[in-house]
């Protein structure tokens, strides 16, 4: 049982570059998340996507794009990279309760560093 | 604008001990409450949640204690093993399609 992959785990790039991380889940969830988590800042909000077919801005979308592929995959894009986009990124996805999104399911984290 | 906040940002205790890890919240909207485990180099894992219709809930070694009345979540480790050293989020959720709104952590260190 596999739930949450993320790939890369570790990925360095120079400004400007692109990249895509990706995410997957074997849980059948509804909704999917991506978060960044900078040192002292907890968990951060960037898109999520409540069900296929939506997406949906976080607390700090700027920079940043999504793809909610299908239901299983939700990936995560950085146009132009830039070092204030360091950060490790994860990954979360929870299944639709009716009274609420549900406890999410974390993947291991992509550590991203933007030079 | 609602978030969730931590008391105390590191707890020192001593192996054997009970810790408690505090939260406040201050939506009072929110109906459920997640406490996460997050280890160094790793994504966060649940430990236990509880409904806003309950006062307590208790799992393996964790107690989850819910005060509404002064919007209050605390976590309970009995008996703190070297192995509860982690960083731990409180978040709390609601009914509607939204996501859980998290609190920035407070770091557990385990004293052998």
């Known amino acids: 049982n596999a739930g949450v992959t993320q790939t890369p785990k570790f990925q360095v790039l120079k400004t400007g570059q692109s990249m895509t991380l990706q995410c997957a889940q074997d849980?059948?969830?509804?909704?999917m998340y991506w978060y960044r988590q900078d040192p002292g800042m907890g968990l951060r909000l960037i898109y999520y996507s409540a069900s296929e077919g939506t997406t949906d801005k976080g607390e700090v979308p700027n920079g940043y794009n999504v793809s909610r592929l299908n239901k299983r995959e939700f990936s995560l894009r950085l146009e132009s990279a830039a070092p204030s986009q360091t950060s490790v990124y994860f990954c979360a996805s929870s299944g639709f309760t009716g009274t609420g999104m549900g406890i999410q399911y974390f993947g291991a984290g992509t550590r991203l560093s933007v030079l | 604008g609602e978030s969730v906040g931590l008391h105390l940002p590191t707890l020192s205790v001593q192996e054997g001990d009970n810790s408690i890890i505090n939260c406040a919240y201050s939506n009072s909207a929110s109906d459920y409450f997640i406490w996460y485990k997050q280890e160094s180099g790793k994504g966060p894992q649940f430990i236990i949640d509880i409904r806003s219709n309950m006062d307590k809930r208790q799992g393996q070694r964790v107690t989850v204690l819910l005060n509404k009345t002064v919007k209050h979540l605390s976590l309970q480790i009995a008996a703190t093993q070297p192995g509860d050293s982690a960083v731990y989020f409180c978040?709390?959720?609601?009914?509607?399609?939204?996501?859980?709104?998290f609190g920035k952590g407070t770091r557990l260190s385990v004293i052998a």
């Open positions: 849980m059948n969830h509804n909704s």
């Open positions: 978040a709390e959720g609601h009914s509607g399609n939204t996501p859980l709104v």
